[in-house]
């Protein structure tokens, strides 16, 4: 099992630009979080998906947009890119329920320049 | 709404020293409650768990964590730092309410000395 996958690893844009981000979730795994972690500071959780919806949305705003696949790989989408949105990027996958463990991947670096 | 409150950015122990990291948590409903860590340029691994069983939670790696409501903590420990120990620890809070949402603290970075 390779566990949680985000590709790409690294990734630098410029300002303005769009960028799509994606991940692989836990084998069996059903549900997909996505959160934002600035640098020396704490996850922010983004939103979340399941069957193929967006079930839960954290304080970001509508630049920042998702989609999930039948099989349960999901993409982070952000427009109009600002130099604030230079952050870690974590997907986290679970199975849906009262409360499954959460397992993240490695992260997508990106940076705004 | 829910918070969580890490006291110290940085902590400092010798190996072979206790470590104590310090959590606090609000949550307007009976909360779940969790230790990550994460290394450099990796992603967060799960430590231990607190979901309303036993109030003393053991985790991986030898660390523990204790639930007490009264002080709305929820600190996590080790008897014995090891050098391999220095990373970044998360505190997050999570309720029925929430989902699987996380909220997490600011992160402590623990460091080692030899």
């Known amino acids: 099992d390779a566990g949680v996958t985000q590709s790409p690893t690294h990734l630098i844009k410029t300002r303005g630009q769009q960028v799509t981000l994606r991940c692989s979730p836990k084998?069996?795994?059903?549900?997909v979080s996505w959160y934002q972690q600035a640098l020396g500071q704490g996850p922010q959780f983004i939103f979340q998906?399941?069957?193929?919806?967006?079930?839960q949305r954290g304080n970001f705003p509508d630049r920042f947009s998702g989609h999930q696949f039948p099989n349960y790989s999901s993409e982070l989408n952000v427009n109009a890119l600002l130099l604030g949105d230079s952050a870690l990027y974590l997907c986290?996958?679970?199975?849906?329920?009262?409360?499954?463990?959460?397992?993240f991947g490695q992260g997508t670096r990106l940076t705004v320049v | 709404a829910q918070s969580v409150t890490q006291l110290g950015s940085h902590v400092s122990v010798s190996e072979g020293a206790l470590v104590l990291l310090r959590c606090n948590y609000s949550?307007?409903?009976?909360?779940?409650l969790f230790w990550y860590v994460q290394y450099p340029n990796q992603g967060l691994q799960l430590l231990l768990k607190?979901?309303?069983?036993?109030?003393l939670v053991k985790g991986i790696n030898g660390f523990e964590a204790e639930f007490k409501k009264s002080e709305t903590s929820f600190h996590l420990t080790k008897p014995s730092a090891h050098m391999s120990d220095a990373a970044e620890y998360f505190c997050?809070?999570?309720?029925?309410?929430?989902?699987?949402?996380?909220?997490f603290g600011g992160g402590t970075r623990l460091m080692v000395k030899p």
């Open positions: 986290a996958s679970s199975l849906t329920g009262f409360f499954t463990e959460a397992f």
């Open positions: 084998s069996g795994h059903d549900t």
């Open positions: 998906y399941y069957e193929e919806e967006e079930r």
């Open positions: 949550s307007s409903v009976p909360p779940y």
């Open positions: 607190y979901t309303s069983a036993a109030t």
């Open positions: 997050a809070v999570s309720d029925r309410n929430a989902g699987n949402m996380l909220t």
